[in-house]
């Protein structure tokens, strides 16, 4: 079982739409959970970074929340545009790894925001 | 800076071929990670570089996969022979050592083993 997992697998919305992909993980204790953006053709760009202390963090159109108590994390995209069609991936950093920076990655939900 | 530099974009081989894949990583991060993606089995690390030391390698498939970083701005993966089911996309991604750890991806190289 992947300790990482994310849903939907896959979403198509309307764009103006609001949208929320979630990721439930079982890493434990962890240093970061983040959330990268993958376009078609392209490589992950990270879009937030959280500590386990954190609850919520922004940037711009994307906000992701954290709830360590029941290790789940969701991404919200406010106002969706065509350019928001990509793969969202959810990866942990598990903590006390040393000098092991290896991350866990989530499999991604492929969102599809159509005209 | 022009990020991270992946070469070749696309490679089709035939199978039992060897291939060298070639990675630049951003001037001034000290660590460097392979990655495949599949479908199936979305990003998986296969080994990474500290200070040009590797450090982890334990995602390396088997023997026929080989990682080098001679410098700290240049690192290979080689496959030798290749397989149809190493056909994947392989990234390269560089970070500098923090708190933070952000990587930063290129393009990556879209393998076809025939």
């Known amino acids: 079982k992947n300790q990482v997992e994310q849903s939907p697998q896959s979403l198509i919305i309307l764009e103006g739409k609001n949208c929320t992909l979630q990721c439930n993980y079982t890493v434990s204790p962890f240093s970061n959970l983040r959330w990268y953006k993958q376009d078609t053709g392209r490589g992950p760009v990270s879009l937030t970074i959280m500590t386990f202390s954190e609850n919520t963090k922004s940037n711009g159109r994307y906000t992701a929340t954290l709830d360590a108590d029941t290790k789940q994390s969701s991404l919200h995209i406010t106002a969706s545009q065509l350019s928001d069609s990509a793969s969202y991936i959810c990866?942990?950093?598990?903590?006390?790894?040393?000098?092991?920076?290896?991350?866990?990655w989530g499999l991604g939900t492929s969102l599809a925001v159509n005209p | 800076d022009a990020g991270v530099i992946q070469s070749p974009r696309h490679e089709v081989t035939e199978m039992g071929q060897e291939v060298t894949l070639r990675c630049k990583p951003i001037?001034?991060?000290?660590?460097l990670f392979w990655y495949r993606q599949t479908m199936m089995r979305g990003l998986e690390l296969l080994i990474y570089f500290n200070n040009n030391v590797p450090i982890d390698d334990s995602g390396m498939p088997e023997d026929r996969f080989s990682a080098k970083m001679p410098n700290a701005s240049f690192s290979t993966l080689k496959i030798q022979p290749s397989e149809p089911r190493d056909s994947a996309v392989y990234f390269c991604a560089s970070s500098f050592s923090s708190s933070t750890d952000t990587q930063y991806f290129g393009p990556g190289t879209r393998l076809t083993v025939l």
């Open positions: 001037s001034g991060h000290n660590s």
């Open positions: 990866v942990v950093r598990p903590a006390n790894a040393g000098n092991n920076r290896k991350l866990i």
